[in-house]
């Protein structure tokens, strides 16, 4: 087997790796950077603070904040007019995985033109595109080094999984000082969001040694941190073991694949804009029991780095407290029902049957262990309902 890896070409990790921005562009030799984030961001005073950053290493930048949770077609417009109005020669995505995942579509759109429902899955897209330098705020989404970007079609509501090279951020700066401030309802979400790619990434029928080494260590990392995170945010070392697990993730799947969860998580998203990684929480324990049977040796490594199960345990019973780790963990993190989140059996029962679709066609539940069918996806979706 032949395993095709791709990765940024610059990363610069550690606390205060955000002042090393600007000395990271002119290394790339860019100049105008469309800087793409979020309304929080810049109220924050963090936007301001990058980009100052790129002033004082003589740089001309403009500021794009109309990012949306959720990115969609529609709120792509502004922001494609922006990066054209500045003759921008690169984007840096920063915030969470939405401003990066704006970045990311922005990018290609400036250069190739059409509509983002032109480049999703099936087509791999390879370019061309501007280059992405990515400064992630959460510990979660791992956008800063993955191959993908998810928009959500404003004409349809399908959330759009667009994959290929031109996505990679050729740099990425993970900075932990910039989660410090995230809430402990973020916290969990995105932590569980990363577990879930680490998981997803290790049991992947796309899976290789390259993927599975990062992947187990970042379970691990997460298994010992993500609690201490979630109880107190200024757990400085919680917080920066996160912020490494969550790349480490991103490079995972982005170098295998991610599977059945996410499948699911896209359509409850875009039909119920519940944040990507709840709706991964939502989801993660019922679908790994679903999928335990068919990869039980790996579901149990998972189970042995997480410290959910020990060498002495036999794979299947291993798989089997990985399962109940999960949902100890959901349950420790309050992670809601859709039920108990607010959606409406009603509308949940109706588009059922439009989500398993939607499931299917974005191509991830064929990389799950066990591959469902329509059925089988909308039994699940009744399942975690309540």
């Known amino acids: 087997m032949v395993a095709g890896l791709a990765l940024p070409r610059i990363m610069r990790v550690g606390r205060g790796a955000a002042a090393e921005l600007g000395d990271v562009l002119q290394e790339l030799g860019l100049s105008r950077p469309l800087l793409v984030t979020d309304a929080f961001l810049v109220g924050s005073g963090a936007a301001g603070r990058l980009t100052s950053t790129l002033l004082e290493a003589g740089l001309h930048s403009r500021l794009f904040a109309g990012t949306v949770p959720d990115p969609t077609t529609d709120s792509l417009v502004l922001g494609l007019a922006a990066l054209r109005a500045h003759a921008a020669d690169s984007v840096i995505g920063f915030g969470g995985g939405s401003p990066m995942d704006s ?10 033109g059409g509509e983002m429902r032109d480049y999703k899955a099936p087509r791999v897209n390879r370019g061309p595109a501007l280059p992405v330098i990515a400064v992630p705020t959460t510990a979660g989404s791992g956008s800063e080094a993955t191959q993908f970007t998810v928009i959500t079609d404003s004409a349809t ?34 932590g569980i969001d990363a577990l879930t790619h680490a998981v997803e990434a290790y049991v992947s029928r796309k899976a290789n040694p390259f993927s599975d080494g990062l992947a187990l260590t970042a379970i691990g990392t997460i298994g010992r941190h993500l609690r ?14 996160m912020m490494l697990a969550a790349t480490q993730a991103g490079i995972a799947f982005s170098n295998s694949s991610v599977a059945l969860v996410h499948g699911m998580s896209r359509p409850i998203g875009a039909h119920f804009h519940v944040a990507h990684g709840l709706s991964n929480a939502m989801l ?3 679908v790994t029991a679903f999928s335990v049977h068919a990869a039980p040796a790996r579901y149990a490594d998972c189970a042995r780095a997480l410290g959910a199960a020990t060498a002495a345990d036999p794979d299947d019973a291993a798989a089997d407290k990985l399962v109940d780790a999960l949902r100890a963990l959901c349950r420790d993190l309050d992670v809601p029902t859709p039920r108990s989140y607010g959606i409406a059996h009603e509308a949940w029962t109706r588009l059922t049957p439009l989500m398993a679709e939607q499931a299917l066609a974005s191509g991830s539940p064929a990389n799950n ?14 399942r975690i309902y309540a």
């Open 284 to 286: 993660f324990p019922a």
């Open 157 to 190: 509501d399908e959330k759009m999984l667009c994959p290929g090279p031109a996505f990679l951020p050729i740099a990425a700066v993970v900075d932990v000082e910039l989660t410090l401030s995230m809430p402990s309802r973020l916290t969990a979400d995105t």
């Open 369 to 382: 262990p066990a591959v469902p069918s329509a059925a089988q996806i909308q039994d699940l979706y009744a």
């Open 228 to 241: 201490r995170a979630y109880a107190d945010g200024s757990d400085t070392g919680a917080r920066e073991a």
């Open 103 to 112: 970045a990311k579509a922005l990018a290609l759109l400036g250069v190739q």
